[in-house]
Structure formats: C-alpha cells, structure tokens
C-alpha cells in the first residue's frame, strides 16, 4: 500500500491562511471517509486535530478543518499562529483493516 | 481521561528481539483497539499494526511474521514484540487508541513515544 502524498514542507505568516494536500488513490482517500490528521511536536505526543474527513474533536481550535475532493485530503490551517509550527500527516483507511499514514509535512510559521 | 506511555529498553543489537510496553490508564484498555506507530529519523509515521479487544491482532504487511503483541490485563498493558531487529527498525514507537472501539477509527490517545536504537 503506498502512502498518500503530502507536500514535504509548507509555510505561512501569522494570520495567513494555508492548506496541507494529502492525495491517495481510488483505493483508500478516494473511497473512505475516515481521513484523519495529526500534529506532531517534537518530544510530544501526537495529537489528533481532523477525524473522518472533517470532524474536529473537542478542544481543537476551529482554525482547524478538514475537506476531501476525490483522492485528494485537505487540511486548512487559518489565522496562523506560531504554535501551529510542527509536522502533520495525513492517515486513511484502506480497507482490510489497514491504514496507511502520508508522508508527512513540515509547517513553518514565518 | 487515558493515559498513555511507552517503554522499552531504549538500545538493541541487530538479530534480537525487542518488547516495547504501552501502559495505559483509566480503564479503556480491554474496549479497545490498540495500535503501535513509528516514525525512524527522518522518515514519517509507518502504520505497524493493532491488538483487538478480542486479542486478534492485524500487521501492515511489511510487519507479518516478525511482530506480535499481546496483552496483560492484570498490569494495564500492552506489549509489541519485533524479532530480527536490524538498523531499520530504528525509531520513535507510539503506542496510539482506535476511537470508539473500532479497528479503523482514527487514534485519539497516543503516548509520547520511546526512542528505540538498533
């Protein structure tokens, strides 16, 4: 199973709005709504930020969401702080009770 | 609220075996399905696989044969065993919760990781 593409690094100024692109096939993004998204810090735990597409869990800010357009998954960073600085990645279901995570993406606020 | 924690011995020579322990708090551990995760420097995160409630367990392909993990209910714990452990087994190892007792929910308790060295 290969991993859903992620852009490798993006960035962003404070309050600028930025978008993290996770495009898979018509075998895992492209046919399940369970796209999720987690922020990595280093030295902490992962925490999960976008659960099935574009359901936010409590306590994440709504700076954060979730959309998908075919095999394509996007998450939409807005009114960008520097706190958001970290790697994010992307994870599918792809059936047969697997998942497979993207490859990742590095955001550095400006 | 869960809480979650790795460890492990830390450093391994290439051809052992190595356990990594996942101590988990407030009592979720036996309604859920329990993943373990890696990140190896530099690299991103890689899927290893999950323990069921029922004790089943289900591995990313690359990991058959060569992992297997288990449950101790009696410490709150799961363990993840790797045997033949070469170089590219170094990494980050999270232990992560599958939302709402389900296989393929996303994870939304992880630990902090443990840093394993081979």
């Known amino acids: 199973q290969s991993a859903p593409t992620q852009p490798a690094s993006v960035s962003g100024s404070p309050g600028q709005s930025i978008s993290i692109s996770c495009t898979g096939t018509n075998s895992d993004v492209g046919t399940y709504n369970l796209v999720s998204w987690y922020q990595l810090h280093p030295g902490k735990a992962p925490k999960l930020m976008i659960y099935e597409v574009s359901k936010r869990p409590s306590g994440v800010s709504n700076r954060f969401s979730g959309s998908k357009s075919a095999n394509t998954a996007s998450l939409t960073i807005s009114r960008l702080q520097a706190e958001d600085e970290a790697e994010y990645y992307c994870c599918s279901y792809v059936g047969n009770s697997n998942v497979v995570f993207g490859g990742g993406t590095k955001l550095t606020v400006l | 609220q869960v809480h979650v924690q790795e460890s492990g011995p830390g450093l391994v020579r290439p051809s052992e075996t190595l356990t990594l322990k996942c101590s988990i708090s407030?009592?979720?551990?036996?309604?859920?399905?329990w993943s373990w995760v890696r990140q190896a420097p530099g690299r991103g995160l890689e899927w290893i696989g999950y323990?069921?409630?029922?004790?089943?367990?289900n591995f990313d392909a690359p990991m058959r044969g060569r992992a297997t993990m288990e449950r101790d209910t009696s410490n709150n714990e799961v363990s993840l065993t790797l045997s033949f452990v070469t170089v590219a087994d170094t990494a980050v190892y999270y232990c992560?919760?599958?939302?709402?007792?389900?296989?393929?929910?996303?994870?939304?308790?992880w630990g902090q990781g443990v840093l394993v060295t081979v």
């Open positions: 992560a919760r599958h939302a709402d007792g389900i296989n393929y929910a996303h994870l939304d308790a």
């Open positions: 407030n009592g979720s551990l036996g309604r859920s399905y």
């Open positions: 323990l069921s409630p029922h004790d089943t367990v």
